[in-house]
């Protein structure tokens, strides 16, 4: 056996083998590619035995958003523990791992550096293979790990603090970028609005809590590029929050927060539902930090069904960043490529497509 090719087709082999033989592929997946640590362990790809996710938000909150130093010192100083408690939690030996996977990329070089070297060093000593794994695939695998049977082609939107995008899946592996956006990602809006309106960070779930007590006509927000195509823009929309509140500084932060809010659900779920019409597409799933919001869940779910389309909204913790997904990701990576070389970098800007 030599090359790639001959790596993958064992690869698949072996998680087959351990398929059929009833004996679960035991993945240990890592996440370290922002300001969260986590640690799962995931059967077959679709099976969560144990997972942990550490968050470093309250390390950030004070500096308005990430601190890059911060954050990698933080993950080395959490990670171990947190594999330590994830086997613990599973009742699983090291030894029972079948493949060590981690985030290798988009992410912060020193964050990611982190959780790549330790799951790089876990393999060595079980003598398993590593698996780098692209955080936003992570993402879209959130819903297949808890619903494996979606149809395809289905439209998955990502929306997270970093990432935009809407993608045709065609296949496990195979996908088609429909659209991202040309400017803030939808996640940076929400937290860039918090932040102005001294919500503090991450802005997301405190304008999502805020915003159902609000009224969400009270303003009429812009919807950049509604009606152009399937790429997005936040940033106007964001200016204009921040117009609107200087020149109604009495304004009741529910009703801009629900406004900003309507504008934003509006726009993604358009464009979804725009995307699904032109590909054919069966349904459309959501994943990233963003899908947590509950208005975007709510409409999507609605729209869909009154379009007569598919679709599955990942529960909220499955949404925010954890390495259960990672681990998910990871068995269909594996079973398609084989394992990633010891010798791999970290990829901060690494794209799915
Ligand atoms: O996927 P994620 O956990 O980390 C990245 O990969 O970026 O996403 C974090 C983003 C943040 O911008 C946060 O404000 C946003 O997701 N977020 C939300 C909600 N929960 C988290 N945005 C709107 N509504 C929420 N409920
Ligand atoms: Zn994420």
Same mark, same amino acid.
């Given at each position: 056996m030599s090359g790639p090719a001959d790596a993958a087709a064992v690869a698949a082999e072996a998680a087959e083998a351990a398929e059929a033989a009833d004996e679960p592929f035991l993945i240990l997946g890592i996440e370290t590619s922002c300001d969260e640590t986590a640690a799962a362990v995931v059967a077959n790809g679709s099976a969560v035995v144990s997972s942990v996710v550490s968050s470093q938000v309250d390390l950030h909150a004070r500096f308005g958003g990430v601190v890059p130093e911060i954050a990698?010192?933080?993950?080395?100083?959490?990670?171990?523990?947190?594999?330590?408690?994830?086997?613990?939690?599973s009742g699983l030996d090291g030894r029972e791992i079948d493949a060590v996977a981690a985030t290798v990329g988009p992410g912060l070089v020193g964050a990611l550096l982190?959780?790549?070297?330790?799951?790089?060093?876990?393999?060595?000593?079980?003598?398993?293979?590593?698996?780098?794994?692209?955080? *936003?695939?992570?993402?879209?695998?959130?819903?297949?790990?808890?619903?494996?049977?979606?149809?395809?082609?289905?439209?998955?939107?990502?929306?997270s603090g970093g990432h935009t995008m809407?993608?045709?899946?065609?296949?496990?592996?195979?996908?088609?970028?429909?659209?991202?956006?040309?400017?803030?990602?939808?996640?940076?809006?929400?937290?860039?609005?918090?932040?102005?309106?001294?919500?503090?960070?991450?802005?997301?779930?405190?304008?999502?809590?805020?915003?159902?007590?609000?009224?969400?006509?009270?303003?009429?927000?812009?919807?950049? *590029?509604?009606?152009?195509?399937?790429?997005f823009s936040f940033s106007g929309l964001k200016t204009a929050v921040v117009h609107y509140v200087r020149a109604h500084p009495d304004a009741a932060v529910p009703d801009v927060a629900a406004s900003f809010q309507a504008a934003v659900v509006d726009t993604l779920v358009t464009k979804a539902l725009r995307a699904a019409r032109q590909t054919g597409?069966?349904?459309?799933?959501?994943?990233?930090?963003?899908?947590?919001?509950?208005?975007?869940?709510?409409?999507?779910?609605?729209a869909c069904e009154e379009a007569g389309l598919e679709s599955f909204v990942p529960s909220r913790e499955m949404c925010t960043d954890n390495a259960a997904m990672i681990a998910a990701?990871?068995?269909?990576?594996?079973?398609?490529?084989?394992?990633t070389p010891l010798d791999a970098g970290a990829a901060p800007n690494l794209r799915l497509v």
């Amino acid at each position: 056996m030599s090359g790639p090719a001959d790596a993958a087709a064992v690869a698949a082999e072996a998680a087959e083998a351990a398929e059929a033989a009833d004996e679960p592929f035991l993945i240990l997946g890592i996440e370290t590619s922002c300001d969260e640590t986590a640690a799962a362990v995931v059967a077959n790809g679709s099976a969560v035995v144990s997972s942990v996710v550490s968050s470093q938000v309250d390390l950030h909150a004070r500096f308005g958003g990430v601190v890059p130093e911060i954050a990698s010192r933080a993950h080395v100083q959490v990670l171990n523990p947190v594999v330590a408690e994830v086997l613990v939690e599973s009742g699983l030996d090291g030894r029972e791992i079948d493949a060590v996977a981690a985030t290798v990329g988009p992410g912060l070089v020193g964050a990611l550096l982190v959780g790549m070297s330790a799951a790089k060093a876990l393999a060595l000593v079980w003598d398993v293979p590593f698996i780098g794994v692209n955080h *936003m695939e992570g993402h879209l695998y959130a819903s297949f790990l808890e619903r494996p049977d979606i149809e395809l082609p289905t439209v998955v939107l990502l929306v997270s603090g970093g990432h935009t995008m809407l993608v045709l899946m065609e296949g496990h592996g195979r996908y088609r970028m429909l659209g991202g956006t040309v400017d803030d990602a939808v996640g940076e809006a929400y937290d860039k609005v918090g932040r102005y309106l001294g919500l503090g960070y991450p802005g997301g779930p405190v304008i999502d809590r805020l915003a159902a007590d609000g009224d969400p006509e009270a303003v009429k927000f812009p919807r950049p *590029m509604l009606n152009e195509g399937l790429d997005f823009s936040f940033s106007g929309l964001k200016t204009a929050v921040v117009h609107y509140v200087r020149a109604h500084p009495d304004a009741a932060v529910p009703d801009v927060a629900a406004s900003f809010q309507a504008a934003v659900v509006d726009t993604l779920v358009t464009k979804a539902l725009r995307a699904a019409r032109q590909t054919g597409a069966k349904g459309i799933c959501i994943g990233g930090g963003v899908a947590a919001n509950s208005a975007l869940r709510a409409t999507i779910a609605t729209a869909c069904e009154e379009a007569g389309l598919e679709s599955f909204v990942p529960s909220r913790e499955m949404c925010t960043d954890n390495a259960a997904m990672i681990a998910a990701a990871a068995w269909w990576r594996y079973r398609a490529d084989g394992p990633t070389p010891l010798d791999a970098g970290a990829a901060p800007n690494l794209r799915l497509v």
